[in-house]
């Protein structure tokens, strides 16, 4: 049986080779490559050079299945195999097509689904603005900004979407190979109203195909302003009435012609379509920014567009491609090369820059590359660039400057495109995992009847479209397949890397419960991770119910898992992070149910602090019973026990104040060993006031005083005393009579205790030292002083022994006359007093026998005060008039015993031998 596969596979694989339609490429100025069936390039542009092909950007060729150029065109003249001219396809001669090779497609060549003789060359023109204003008139001036004049740069017309027909099986006039038999058939893709804007422009520079799966023709498509127009080729030939779909972006016709430019293109899977605009601007003619690229949904039975979605925007886009598998789109924009994920969930958010190089065509190869046009690089304008890897992500996709050399050939702008479906023959495969069953299919963008696969490790062949096969063991291992695909016969091949099997291990875990229940209890499933895995941090893990959950991938737990019954099986499913291979192994979950009574822990509270809040070691907590081998850990909640997380710092500070319970997992060998409730007690200090001052009065020995402990609030029995005496005394009070810094230590019933300081001063009565009075004078005066032994807090008053007092010691306007001044300890160490006198001179006297001021003396003097004192009245000649005794009634105005004359009279008080007072006064009758 092996044999006879191995016949029918060599049979298959001599006649075809994979995309040879595209493995001949011509384009910019006289370049050329071909893509080989070992997927080498070979550069056909060499000395001497035969290719005739000048273009700045549109160009398309066309080979056989074999790889066999038939031939190209840059939309305007068409060369054969040979390079030469088609007779009826000359621009020149003017046989030649209505494309432009100024326009970013400007053609691309379809075979006939059923004469392979016969080849569409479909072309689309560049719309020029010049040529619009003259519409419907042929524009014969000289294009702007150096473009030339027609024929040489342009036919003067927007001629839009036209195809021609070349037959293969003639000979040109000229002995070309094939020639053009119908030329410039022309098809409507915009309004067709005489009076409209459209139909002056009639096109944009975009056009691409793909086939129509199962089908047996292709589906061609254009876009223009905000329509897309898919024209159908099945075996009668061209349908001349497209699908339209209308769908934004709006490109306004004002902006044309550079709002035309910008590739198209449909992935080789046939299912999206991609398109690049330069820019969607309103300028006629003119350059603006805000380009853009879009995505849309293709229906391939139905060519129907829908779906839009901008990838890009604000930004200039020239050329689009998608990667083989049409996993990724790559764009090349003003600012560089971007590659989208089409499998990402925000394909617009996945955009990464692979490169900086200004935007060109982007074309994909028989190889599956990507490769880009180069222009404005200087020497590396002789190159093409790749990208080796388009389905890897980001950077890995490996993009390469100057990778291909075109030598002879020069490129610009453009790239040829191709019927993408001819790019979309990959071989899918599943499950690459050792000792599994691996799945292979056929990704065709059309029918695949029968395959043959050869796995390349030596087993039979296989004949199923879609096989499974299990591989010998891990490795590398190069798989082919040869499939008829709707009657063409396609090879393609694949390298399959299978990996190996991680290794798992059964695991348990026990979880402790805080009360008697045994179910519904919090499991934190990744704990078991380390144990299943053996410590590989490249495999990850994730818990299903069931085993078959677990192989499917289906309903899988949640990390934080209440079990439903005690002991529970459940199943883990291990991958390798890098392959994705997985094995299932199993976890025992049980409860070990404990009640433990709540382990008490009291501190007191922190003085100055005192608001219920204090450091606590929570190692130093015994935990009774436990083994020496085990581990514990702290929660502020069981749930946070349960599940292992949020973990207190041992050197906790509780969060709640006065009581808090927290919890401690104990643990041994990871598995629960128990949950032991801990209730942390902060107690309060006592209520005191803590500094207070007293006094006892040295000159009062036997007075005591008596210290109290300043409780704040509770009672005296609430607590116990300790004071700083010798012998120490434990009562609340104590009694004192001498000065110093007394304390006390008062303690609660829980150990708490806080000192009280009082500082006992000493205190006496005053000791006058003098009395500083200021008479004779308008505002008498009165100010004590005392000496310097005096230490009380003294107050004064003057004549009222029992006040009030003042705090000063001076006193004013004091009436003359005598009197007592009195001073108070005001801490209870007596009363002193002293009697002083206050003078007073009168300024006359009324000696008229009425009993008021009949005599003349100085008020303030007696016995006590001034004893001695002499008074001496003179008239104002300074004669004597009367020697007056203070301590008598005074002057009586008689001199000689007669009455003296009523004028004014000098007098001299000798007070004592330190003072002396003279004045005036009057004598009234």
């Known amino acids: 049986m092996r044999l006879k596969l191995l016949v029918l596979f060599l049979f298959l694989s001599i006649s075809c080779f994979p995309q040879g339609e ?43 299945a074999n790889g066999n150029l038939l031939l190209y065109t840059d939309g305007r003249t068409v060369w054969d195999r040979n390079h030469i001219i088609m007779p009826n396809g000359d621009y020149s001669a003017g046989t030649g097509l209505l494309g432009d090779p100024s326009s970013t497609q400007s053609g691309i060549i379809i075979p006939n689904p059923t004469n392979p003789n016969l080849y569409y060359i479909f072309t689309v023109d560049e719309p020029h603005h010049q040529n619009a ?94 329509k897309f127009y898919a024209f159908k080729i099945d075996p009668s030939g061209v349908a001349t009435t497209p699908i339209i779909s209308q769908l934004n972006p709006v490109v306004p016709i004002s902006g044309y012609r550079r709002n035309a430019i910008g590739q198209i293109k449909v992935s080789p899977n046939g299912k999206k379509i991609a398109i690049a605009h330069v820019q969607i601007g309103e300028v006629t003619g003119g350059s603006s920014s805000g380009g853009a690229l879009y995505l849309y949904d293709f229906d391939n039975s139905t060519g129907i567009v829908s779906n839009g979605q901008a990838i890009v925007t604000n930004s200039g886009c020239y050329g689009v491609e998608f990667s083989a598998e049409t996993k990724k789109l790559y764009v090349s924009a003003e600012s560089g090369v971007m590659q989208f994920n089409l499998e990402a969930t925000s394909i617009p958010n996945s955009g990464q820059f692979i490169s900086r190089r200004s935007y060109s065509s982007l074309q994909l190869g028989p190889d599956k590359k990507i490769y880009k046009a180069n222009i404005n690089t200087g020497f590396e304008d002789s190159f093409l660039d790749v990208i080796n890897s388009p389905e890897e992500d980001g950077v890995a996709c490996n993009y390469q400057n ?114 008697t229940a045994v179910t519904n209890i919090l499991f934190k499933l990744s704990e078991a991770q380390q144990d299943i895995t053996g410590g590989n941090s490249n495999l990850s893990v994730s818990f299903f119910l069931s085993g078959q959950e677990a192989i499917d991938n289906s309903n899988p737990l949640p990390n934080n898992y209440p079990n439903i019954s005690n002991p529970q099986r459940i199943f883990a499913r291990v991958s390798d992070n890098t392959s994705g291979c997985f094995v299932t192994t199993t976890l025992d979950l049980s409860v070990n ?42 929660y502020a909640s069981i749930d946070d026990a349960l599940l292992e997380q949020n973990a207190l710092p041992t050197a906790f500070r509780n969060t709640i104040r006065d009581r808090q319970t927290i919890y401690a997992r104990v643990e041994d060998n990871n598995q629960c060993n128990g949950i032991f409730p801990i209730t942390l007690v902060v107690n309060p200090l006592p209520q005191l006031q803590t500094e207070a001052t007293d006094y006892v009065c040295t000159n009062l020995p036997n007075r005591y005083i008596t210290l109290n402990p300043g409780l704040l609030q509770g009672t005296i029995s609430d607590y116990t005393y300790e004071w700083s005496t010798t012998p120490v005394q434990t009562t609340p009070t104590i009694r004192v009579n001498q000065p110093g810094v007394y304390t006390v230590k008062v303690t609660t019933a829980k150990g708490c205790s806080k000192t009280r300081t009082i500082t006992v001063l000493p205190s006496n009565n005053a000791t006058i030292s003098n009395v500083v009075i200021v008479d004779l004078a308008q505002n008498n005066t009165v100010t004590v002083l005392l000496s310097p032994e005096s230490i009380g807090n003294y107050v004064y008053s003057l004549d009222q022994p029992d006040g009030p007092f003042q705090d000063s010691n001076h006193f004013e306007n004091v009436a003359p006359g005598f009197h007592t001044v009195y001073v108070y300890d005001t801490r209870g160490c007596g009363i002193v007093k002293k009697d002083i006198s206050v003078l007073y001179i009168p300024n006359y006297f009324t000696p008229n026998g009425d009993g008021y001021n009949d005599t003349w003396n100085i008020i303030g003097i007696n016995s006590l005060f001034y004893s001695t004192a002499k008074i001496y009245i003179f008239d104002r000649f300074g004669k004597l008039l009367a020697d007056v005794d203070p301590k008598g009634a005074g002057w009586d105005g008689n001199y000689n015993q007669h009455p003296a004359l009523s004028t004014d009279y000098w007098y001299l008080v000798i007070l004592n031998q330190e003072r002396t007072v003279r004045g005036h006064f009057s004598l009234k009758r």
């Open 22 to 64: 595209a493995s001949n490429w011509f384009f910019g100025n006289r370049a050329g490559i071909r893509f080989n069936s070992d997927n080498t390039i070979t550069t056909l542009s060499t000395v001497p050079n035969p290719i005739r092909i000048v273009t700045d950007e549109g160009c398309s060729s066309f080979s056989d």
């Open 133 to 226: 204003a003259a519409y419907p008139n042929q524009f014969t001036g000289v294009y702007e900004n150096g473009g030339g004049t027609i024929p040489g740069a342009d036919d003067g017309f927007n001629n839009g979407l036209n195809y021609s027909v070349v037959d293969m099986s003639i000979t040109g006039a000229n002995g070309s190979v094939g020639d053009v038999t119908t030329r410039n058939i022309h098809l409507v893709t915009y309004n067709p109203d005489p009076a409209g804007e459209e139909i002056k422009y009639k096109c944009s520079e975009k056009i691409t195909a793909v086939r129509i799966r199962n089908g047996g023709g292709y589906w061609v498509i254009t876009q223009f302003i905000d």
């Open 402 to 515: 100057a990778a291909v050399d075109l030598q002879q050939g020069t490129s610009r702008f453009g790239l040829p495109p191709f019927i993408t479906s001819v790019f979309n023959t990959n071989i899918l495969a599943k499950n690459l995992c050792a000792g599994q069953t691996t799945s292979f299919e056929i990704s065709a963008n059309g029918f695949v009847q029968s395959a043959v696969w050869d796995f390349g490790d030596g087993s039979v062949f296989s004949n199923a479209v879609e096989p499974f096969h299990v591989f010998p063991g891990p490795g590398n291992y190069t798989v082919t397949a040869t499939a008829i695909v709707e009657g063409a016969t396609v090879r393609s091949t694949k390298n399959v890397q299978i990996s190996p099997l991680p290794v798992a291990f059964p695991s348990s875990l026990i979880q402790c419960s805080p009360t």
């Open 593 to 634: 149910a404990l009640v433990a009574a709540p382990l008490l822990v009291e501190k007191c509270d922190e003085l100055n602090g005192e608001d219920g809040i204090s450091d606590f070691t929570l190692t130093d907590i015994p935990i009774p019973g436990i083994p020496a081998t085990t581990t514990t850990t702290y």
